[in-house]
């Protein structure tokens, strides 16, 4: 099974002990841009136009998530990929998108931070600490989250997997 390592806003929402930041006051989505960390100066430009379309494919996925763009997500995200949370629940790409659809789940900023990518073929993996502002079952407030995404190179576009 495949779990989550992007969005999990839900896991620290859901997990016993939380508490929720004040309310959101604006609702406007705001993109926060971040820097790709790279492993070695002497990295050639292919591999850094790599790291740079697997950044893009994720800042597209907050983007989505953000603009409730379901369309935009289900090109993003792999079909095969599950959502676990740290409560255990665990949830299928369709239920996921439809609590985020339905207004269940609402984010309204992004910002990454400490981005590392490492590209092997046709596999990349993203890892940072991204603080996501949402409204996720009728709780609101900014929550920092180590992230490790995974994604596939499928007909030369990055599709997220985990």
């Not at 999990?8 to 959101?24: R, W």
Request: net charge negative.
């Amino acid at each position: 099974m495949k779990r989550l390592g992007v969005v999990l806003i839900l896991a620290v929402l859901l997990c016993s002990g939380c508490s929720s930041a004040s309310s959101e006051s604006s609702q406007n989505p705001t993109v926060q841009e971040s820097k790709i960390t790279a492993k070695e100066e002497t990295e050639s430009e292919p591999m850094k136009k790599e790291e740079e379309k697997v950044l893009a494919a994720y800042e597209a996925m907050q983007q989505a998530m953000i603009d409730k763009d379901i369309d935009a997500l289900d090109r993003i995200v792999k079909d095969s990929t599950t959502f676990t949370h740290m409560s255990g629940k665990t949830q299928t790409k369709e239920e996921y998108f439809g609590e985020i659809a339905n207004g269940t789940l609402n984010y309204y900023r992004y910002k990454i931070e400490n981005c590392t990518i490492t590209v092997s073929g046709n596999t990349a993996t993203l890892s940072a600490d991204v603080t996501l502002t949402a409204k996720v079952y009728g709780m609101s407030g900014s929550w920092t989250l180590p992230v490790n995404a995974h994604f596939e190179k499928i007909n030369d576009e990055w599709i997220y997997t985990a």
